[in-house]
C-alpha cells in the first residue's frame, strides 16, 4: 500500500472560487468538477482564513489535487462558518456579525407659543375699581402706622438738621484761634524767604562787581606792559 501511494503523480488543480452576497451571509462557492464529497476538507485557520484541499484519481497512479486559504471578510463570524457540497460545487456560508441599531427616540411635538390677549380698558376700571375697595376695608389701622411712620421720618430728619448745622460755642473760638496762627506763620515764612532771596540777589550783584574790577586791572596791566615795550623799542633805535 505504501508503495502504491509513493508511485502517485500529482497534478495541480488551480481551484476556482467567487463570492456571493445575501443579506445575513457572506457565501464563498468553489467549482470542483469531478470531486466527490469525501475528498475535500474544509477547515478555518487561526490566523482567519479558510483552508481548502482536496484530491482525486484520473486514472492509473494519476491524481489531481488542490490546496488554497482564502482570507474570510472581518464582517462573518468565523465560529458558524458552515459547507455544503452539492453538483460538483462547494458552497462555504459566512453569516454576517449582526450589528445593534440605535434606537432613535421621536422626537416631542413642538409646543405653540401661547399669546396673551391684551386687556380690555373696562376690565381695567374694574380691576382698580376692586383695589380701592380692598384698600378702604382696611380700616383705619394702616392711616395710623403711616402716620406714626411719617412722624419719625421727619424727627429723624430735624435732628440730622441740627447735626449738621455750624458748631455754637468754644468749637467756633478754638477755630478762629488756629486761623490766626496760621496767618502768623504764613508772615514768617514769607518775610524769611524774602530776606534769602534779597540776600542771594546782593550776593550775585557783588560778584559782578568783583569780576568787572578784576578785568578792569588787568586790562590796565595791559595797556602799562604795551607802553613800557614801545618806550624800550624808542631807546634802542636811538
Known sequence: MANIETDRVYQ??????????????EILVADLPGFKKEQVKVAVTETRKLRLKG?????GNKWIRFHQEIPVPLTVDIDSVSAMFKDNKLYIRHPKVKTEIPQTKPLSPVKPPVIMKPRDHHETKQGQGSKEIVGKSSGGKTDQLK??????????????????GEPKGPLCYKDEEKDKVGAKWFEKYKEATGNVVKEAKNKRQLLCNLAASISLVLLILLYVRNAVRSSLVWISEE
Request: overall charge negative; proline content about 5%.
Open 12 to 25: 495541480d488543480f488551480e481551484l476556482a472560487t467567487r463570492w456571493t452576497s445575501e443579506p445575513d451571509a
Open 147 to 164: 402716620h406714626d411712620a411719617q412722624q419719625k421720618v421727619r424727627e429723624l430728619q430735624s435732628g440730622k438738621k441740627e447735626l449738621i
Open 55 to 59: 484530491e482525486r484519481p484520473t486514472g
